[in-house]
């Protein structure tokens, strides 16, 4: 592959890829995730795949949408942050073991603290969501996708 695949020359060549990916994130979307949720989920895996594109990406993205950054600096230390509902802290629990799968199971206490917070149909749209923004994340890191951030 080569060093760098812009993503214009991944849009252009992977279409149906690209609409598929983003079917999914709308459908969970319109299922009634909250959207304030879903920046934290995927600027949460972001922050976990080392995806500086995505977390450029999202951290505007939610701040654009109301969130405070305040909360978005603590993000990483969540479990020590009192600024999250406890919706939110099993959504990041959530994203975080099926984001590091591989080092680790999801026990069932956490399958319970999700059960808690969320309906069935949430449930699955939170998982969706996990599954999508990993899936960008390696996309985005494969291809070697930059932000753009200011110099000054």
Same mark, same amino acid.
């Given at each position: ?5 812009s993503r ?7 279409p149906a890829?690209?609409?598929?990916l983003q079917s999914?994130q709308e459908a ?8 304030g949720l879903?920046h934290?989920v995927f600027?949460?895996?972001?922050q ?9 990406m999202?951290?505007e993205?939610?701040?654009g949408?109301?969130?405070?950054q305040?909360?978005l600096?603590v *993000?990483?230390?969540?479990?020590e942050s ?6 939110? @802290? &099993?959504?990041?629990?959530?994203? $975080?073991a +099926?984001t590091? *799968?591989a080092?680790?199971?999801v026990d069932?206490?956490l399958?319970?603290r999700? @059960? &808690?917070s969320f309906s069935?149909? $949430?449930? +699955?749209?939170?998982t969706s969501?996990?599954?999508?923004i ?7 890191l ?5 932000? $753009?951030?200011d110099?000054g």
């Open positions: 592959m080569q060093e760098h695949v214009a020359d991944f849009y252009r060549l992977q890829l690209v609409q598929g999914t969970v979307q319109a299922a009634g995730i909250e959207p879903i934290l600027l949460r895996a972001s976990l795949n080392g995806c500086a594109f995505c977390q450029r999202h951290s993205e939610a701040r949408d109301g969130e405070r305040a909360r600096d *993000l990483p230390a969540w479990r009192p600024g999250f509902s406890e919706r939110e @802290r &099993a959504a990041l629990a959530w994203t $975080e +099926l590091l *799968l080092e680790s199971d069932q206490s399958r319970d999700v @059960r &808690a069935l149909e $949430e449930q +699955l749209s939170l969501l996990v599954v999508v990993n899936g960008w994340n390696r996309i985005v494969s291809c070697g996708f930059r932000p $753009e951030i110099e």
